[in-house]
């Protein structure tokens, strides 16, 4: 007797099986579509939220820090509790001198300032920046050029303008190379800037000014003091484990009570990340759990018409095995009904996922911030079809050893 695995007219008679009773294996091949594309959707979509959340931070290193001054709250060496103070040049060079662990940092001063070219102006923030504020801040140079080590060197009177600014300024009007009059002091335009995220520190890129720090010093009368100092971590340091050494360097230069933390205020953009992880962590545990209860209820409905069709088909085997049909051939044919009907429909539920998909990532493409990546990747797509097909197997396994046992005579007799 041929394999029934290879057996073309076996294969016939397993579509002529599942056709006879159409409403039937359309409803059951509907379960199993369905439970496949919801697991394809949820999976895949949990991706897509995470990804339109953590394209928010795009440029963004996710082992930033920001050290920002404040007011103390207990009195010291004389001096009363509300004392306000100022991060300045001995600040940062102490903090870079006692704290190996940073990589890349930069002092950002800030001040409101009038921008005008022509007959045309802006109140604005400007911001003097240190050349490695664009290793941790990476903006998106639409045209030009961003600052660098040689401007702030040599004291350029250099500006980028964000989007937003050259757009209400400069028009559909060429703008590199123009300068502009900022706060009485001209500046030649290098470049024009883009927020590359929806977060933002201090003031969005698109809708301000960059400056050397350098020059902000000096021109535009900030002197000594610093708005706050950003920094990134090495790789596999927490911002949070340079603080200590951060805060010792400040109190150097200032009178604050050491137990006085809420005087020195720093942000860690690395706990932010962390929540978001943990959060679709959480938020993946529960599609896949929803998925799966929905991927269990399909593979009942697998086993349910195995039962039916062993019931229905009983003198039929029996027949068969009057014949001289081994076991061996009963059990891989009504599998292999089961394995039919699971791989068809369930092919079906995925593509039909991957297309719901990627309507929507393409409806939640954004110009700057990209792809949200609502996709589902192969491998998982592989996953959910193996596992659906191991369980539609195994459920119609009972049905089949059923029929395998089935005797000829009793099987004549059944009505």
Not at 54 to 75: K, Q, V, W
Not at 104 to 121: D, E, I, P, R
Not at 280 to 298: K, P, Q
Not at 313 to 327: L, N, V
């Amino acid at each position: 007797m041929k394999n029934p695995v290879f057996d073309i007219e076996n294969w016939r008679e397993i579509g002529a099986t599942l056709a006879r009773n159409k409403t039937r294996t359309f409803l059951t091949a509907f379960g199993i579509f369905w439970g496949t594309a919801m697991l394809s959707l949820l999976w895949g979509g949990a991706g897509g939220l995470k990804g339109m959340l953590m394209r928010n931070f795009n440029g963004i290193d996710t082992n930033l820090g920001a050290i920002f001054p404040g007011r103390t709250t207990m009195p010291y060496k004389g001096f009363n509790k509300g004392l306000r103070w100022n991060l300045n040049e001995n600040d940062l060079a102490d903090i870079r001198r006692m704290t190996p662990g940073i990589e890349y940092s930069s002092g950002v001063s800030q001040l409101g300032a009038n921008l005008a070219f022509g007959t045309k102006n802006k109140q604005l923030q400007i911001s003097g920046v240190e050349p490695q504020f664009f290793d941790i801040q990476k903006p998106i140079v639409i045209k030009g050029r961003i600052l660098n080590e040689t401007d702030e060197f040599n004291n350029r009177k250099v500006v980028l303008i964000g989007k937003s600014v050259a757009d209400e300024i400069f028009g559909d009007e060429e703008c590199l190379g123009k300068f502009v009059n900022i706060g009485n002091v001209y500046f030649q335009v290098v470049g024009v800037i883009a927020q590359a995220n929806e977060a933002n520190i201090g003031n969005r890129l698109d809708e301000s000014a960059l400056i050397p720090a350098s020059v902000m010093r000096r021109a535009m009368n900030v002197r000594n003091n610093w708005g706050f100092f950003i920094f990134t971590a090495k790789k596999g340091i927490d911002p949070d484990d340079l603080k200590p050494n951060i805060v010792r360097a400040i109190r150097n230069n200032h009178p604050i009570h050491p137990d006085d933390e809420p005087a020195i205020r720093m942000m860690n953009m690395a706990e932010a990340f962390r929540m978001v992880d943990n959060l679709f962590l959480g938020v993946s545990l529960l599609a896949l759990f929803v998925g799966a209860g929905t991927l269990i209820a399909g593979i009942i409905g697998v086993g349910n018409i195995m039962w039916i069709i062993v019931k229905e088909r009983t003198q039929e085997i029996g027949i068969r095995r009057a014949i001289g049909a081994k076991p061996r051939d009963i059990v891989v044919q009504i599998l292999s009904e089961g394995m039919v009907l699971t791989a068809i429909a369930g092919t079906a539920g995925i593509c039909f996922a991957t297309l719901v998909l990627t309507i929507v990532d393409k409806l939640t493409y954004d110009e700057w911030l990209g792809s949200a990546h609502f996709q589902l990747q192969f491998s998982h797509a592989l996953t959910i079809m193996v596992v659906f097909l191991v369980l539609g197997t195994a459920a119609g396994l009972i049905p089949a050893i059923k029929a395998m046992k089935i005797k000829p005579i009793e099987a004549m007799r059944d009505k």
